[in-house]
Each structure stands twice: as C-alpha cells, then as structure tokens.
C-alpha cells in the first residue's frame, strides 16, 4: 500500500484532518489480526459508513423522486447500496491499491475482492463523517453516487446478482449454492414459481417470479439485499 494517500484523497475529493481514520477505515481485519491489534481494522468504521450511505441515498431518492412509493424508492435505494455498485464505485478510486491487507488475504487477491473493497469504501465514508460532518460525507457520496443514481432514477440500474452470486460463492470458499422449485401456482399462462436458495446445503431464502429464472434473480437479489443489512 503507498504511504502517501494523498492521491486517494484527492480522487474522493476530500482531505482529512485526522488521517489515523483514513488509514483505519483502509485496514483489513486481517492486517489488524497480522499486527496483534485487533481493534484497528476497519469494520466499526464500515458499520458507521454503512448507517450514513442508507441516510444520505434515501434523503437523495426521496428529494429527486418525489412520486415514487416506499417500496420503488426501497428498490433503488438496495441496487445503489449494494456491493456491485460500490464495488464499481471503489475501483474507480482504485481503492485496493490503498488496502491494508494481511499476508496471506493480499496472496489471494485481496486487493480485488468485491467484499474488501465495498466494505472499504463504507468505512472510508464513516471515517469522513467523523473526520468532517455529515455534510462532507454527503458531498463525498453524492459525487461519487451521481451516475448510479440516475440510472437508478431511470430504471436503467440492474444488476444479473444470480451471476454475482455465484461469483461471491466462488470467492468465498467456493460454496456449494443451489436453486430448488419450491412452489408453483396459477394457471399455465400465469404461473408463479418460487424457488429457495440454498447455500452449503441449507435454505437462506425465498425468491418469487413469472419464471424458474426470474425467480433465481430475486431470490439472489434478496440474498445480496440481507448480507448489506448484516
């Protein structure tokens, strides 16, 4: 990881005063157990950054969709907060580059792992919000969000989260994921599938569509959906 951040703070556009919280929010739990300090990584930082992206994303959705319903602003608001959004977001700062990783989580990719670096950059915005205020930190985000939000805004942000589920499972231990038809109802040119979602053998959740596929989709979107609330 370079020394100097400066550069990093230059992309978000935003300069600390304190940086211990920069480097903190950058700090892998794996680097923080390497270092017999367990408290310096950056997951309190991630829990804050997390609370203040749904604050500032859903004051954006209900100020710029004055029309829209709770449940369609709760839509948009999962795919802009999701770890495919942030994901994008932390490799256009080249985020991983900055990463405090341990030895063996920098060996096998850590640098581009989509988890390391979604929970990065909420922490890096719970470390702002500290550092400067909730305004700083909705400036930040809000430069940053700006393209995802009018693609959310426009119904042109998806995302194939089966694929990225499978992706996630792959990086992570290589868990066995599995689709079962669990119900099928209405008539044939209405039908309803829903199917569950098992992971290592046991049933995380439902998913509802027209279709076996569509359903598979929500249910994947819902898995990604809970592990943000986590």
């Excluded at 792992?113 to 922490?123: H, I, Q, V």
């Excluded at 119900?183 to 040119?189: F, L, R, S, Y």
């Amino acid at each position: 990881m370079p020394d100097d951040v400066s550069t990093l703070e230059e992309r978000l556009g935003y300069l600390f005063r304190n940086r211990e919280l920069l480097l903190s929010a950058l700090t892998h739990p794996s680097f923080a157990y390497e270092s017999h300090d367990k408290k310096a990584d950056n997951q309190r930082l991630e829990f804050l950054g997390d609370a203040v992206l749904q604050l500032i994303v859903s004051e954006t959705l209900y100020t710029l969709k004055s029309e829209a319903a709770e449940g369609e602003m709760t839509r948009m608001r999962a795919n802009l907060v999701c770890e495919p959004t942030l994901t994008r977001i932390a490799h256009t700062l080249d985020l991983g580059a900055f990463l405090r990783l341990g030895h063996g989580e920098q060996m096998t990719g850590g640098r581009d792992n989509p988890s390391n670096l979604s929970d990065a950059l909420e922490a890096v915005f719970g470390a702002i919000y500290l550092d400067g205020g909730l305004g700083a930190v909705d400036a930040v985000i809000s430069k940053l969000f700006s393209p995802y939000v009018e693609l959310a805004l426009g119904g042109r942000l998806h995302y194939d989260h089966k694929s990225l589920l499978y992706e996630w499972a792959q990086s992570d231990k290589g868990r066995d994921v599995e689709f079962k038809l669990l119900d099928m109802t209405g008539p044939e040119h209405d039908r309803q599938f829903t199917v569950g979602l098992f992971v290592e053998g046991k049933l995380i959740n439902n998913g509802t569509g027209k279709t076996k596929k569509a359903a598979e989709q929500d249910a994947s979107r819902r898995f990604f959906e809970d592990v943000r609330k986590d």
